[in-house]
């Protein structure tokens, strides 16, 4: 054991190997497993950072689980008012998993400038509403204010406020067509608070957040008449059964729709980083693990009469063969420690300034987002180092080929 471990260090020393042929070929496995894993703990974070933020504002705007009438479930605005005399509201306690519900109503109008008009939807939300989900977004002003009387301040997008020229302090008018076209729109004058950016298009090109009385008092609805009811979960993960859950709770004139259903198309957009994720993995895991196989093979080639003399000396072949796999596993080592200072380090630059910019066109987020766990990173490297040691063990298994004769004469 001695004589393994002296030789073992001796392989391992840089000086033994650095004038060496070899020596080209182990500072290529070194940074094909470096950079391996620098691509692995990136695309790993960033496509699951990219998927939780992606939730998060989805989930923000509309719940994790939309409970509405029948006639309502097709579209954004209320036509048929719900009353909010439910077994589950204002605490929702026949389904665990669920943290908190809200009553909201919405209605379409166009908000009119002197200079310009848009098209949006007005979120009627009252004193329930859980304004955590949006306070992160916003960029200027502060939340309105809906738990005492009704009033008219508002919540606008930052994509809207610029199209309109208008600012926090600024006030507006809005109309709101009627059901019957020979009718006057309903106008309403509301006022900035604050301007909100989400970084999703489909949000802040639509949403105005305001008090919901403005809606029932259009509507003519009664005070306890809602569009509809929005549903938080504990964990997204879990947010299939719990909406099975939800429905059967629920009344049979009540439909109930997950965000994964009414957003398909994004949610199914989400599921290709999985996939990408994946093929990313098993191609660096792929790469790393041939550049070691060659860096072994040269490595035997390069000591075959060493492994003659001590084989000669009495050494077994699993323990010659021992040798190259510490040698290995060392350079395995060596490559990983750089891959994760360079990778943790650029994450670490990402998540506090940002510099990677996206599209919210393309990605709904106007910067690449970062989720850093240590759980998935410790993961990535014991998955590394396994399959590469088990991979190395076929190519070490030429040295029980080499004969001790041959070896010492080979040159």
């Given amino acids: 054991?001695?004589?393994?471990?002296?030789?073992?260090k001796r392989l391992i020393t840089a000086k033994d190997y650095?004038?060496?042929?070899?020596?080209?070929?182990?500072?290529i496995a070194i940074s094909a497993i470096a950079i391996g894993m620098i691509m692995m703990i990136v695309s790993v974070a960033t496509g699951i950072g990219l998927q939780q933020k992606i939730r998060e504002k989805v989930s923000a705007f509309n719940g994790h689980i939309i409970i509405s009438n029948y006639d309502n479930n097709q579209s954004e605005v209320t036509l048929v008012p719900i009353s909010k005399k439910q077994d589950f509201y204002p605490k929702f306690t026949a389904v665990p998993g669920v943290s908190h519900?809200?009553?909201?109503?919405?209605?379409?109008?166009?908000?009119?400038?002197?200079?310009?008009f848009e098209g949006i939807i007005f979120k009627g939300v009252g004193s329930d509403y859980r304004w955590d989900n949006i306070k992160?977004?916003?960029?200027?002003?502060?939340?309105?204010?809906?738990?005492?009387?009704?009033?008219?301040?508002?919540?606008?997008?930052?994509?809207?406020?610029?199209?309109?020229?208008?600012?926090?302090?600024?006030?507006?008018?809005?109309?709101?067509?009627?059901?019957?076209?020979?009718q006057l729109p309903n106008i309403r004058r509301f006022k900035i608070t604050g301007i909100f950016n989400s970084g999703f298009q489909e949000f802040d090109a639509t949403y105005v957040i305001g008090d919901i009385r403005h809606m029932q008092r259009i509507n003519k609805w009664a005070p306890d008449q809602v569009g509809a009811f929005e549903v938080f979960v504990n964990d997204f993960d879990n947010i299939?059964?719990?909406?099975?859950?939800?429905?059967?709770?629920?009344?049979?004139?009540?439909?109930?729709?997950?965000?994964?259903?009414?957003?398909?198309?994004?949610?199914e957009w989400l599921q290709l980083f999985d996939f990408n994720i994946i093929v990313i993995l098993v191609v660096m895991i792929l790469v790393a693990t041939i550049n070691m196989v060659v860096a072994l093979l040269v490595l035997i080639l390069e000591r075959t009469q060493m492994i003659g003399i001590l084989k000669a000396l009495g050494a077994n072949n699993w323990s010659v063969r021992k040798i190259f796999l510490y040698n290995a596993f060392y350079l395995i080592v060596r490559g990983l420690f750089w891959g994760n200072l360079?990778?943790?380090?650029?994450?670490?630059?990402?998540?506090?300034?940002?510099?990677i910019q996206l599209n919210p066109e393309n990605y709904y987020v106007n910067q690449a987002p970062v989720y850093l766990n240590w759980g998935y990173i410790v993961l990535l490297n014991l998955l590394t180092v396994t399959i590469c040691f088990l991979v190395l063990l076929i190519p070490s298994y030429i040295i029980t080929k080499i004969s001790p004769v041959k070896a010492i004469r080979f040159d």
């Fill in 240 to 267: 299939k059964s719990i909406g099975e859950q939800v429905y059967e709770q629920t009344s049979s004139t009540l439909d109930t729709k997950t965000i994964i259903e009414k957003y398909s198309y994004i949610f």
């Fill in 136 to 182: 992160e977004y916003l960029v200027s002003g502060k939340l309105p204010d809906f738990s005492k009387n009704i009033n008219q301040e508002v919540l606008i997008s930052q994509f809207l406020a610029n199209r309109l020229n208008l600012k926090v302090g600024d006030s507006f008018n809005t109309f709101f067509i009627k059901e019957s076209q020979n």
């Fill in 342 to 355: 360079i990778g943790i380090s650029l994450l670490l630059i990402q998540q506090q300034f940002g510099i």
């Fill in 101 to 116: 519900i809200q009553a909201i109503a919405s209605k379409a109008g166009i908000i009119r400038t002197e200079t310009a």
């Fill in 1 to 8: 054991m001695n004589l393994e471990y002296f030789i073992a």
């Fill in 18 to 27: 650095k004038s060496s042929i070899s020596a080209p070929i182990i500072k």
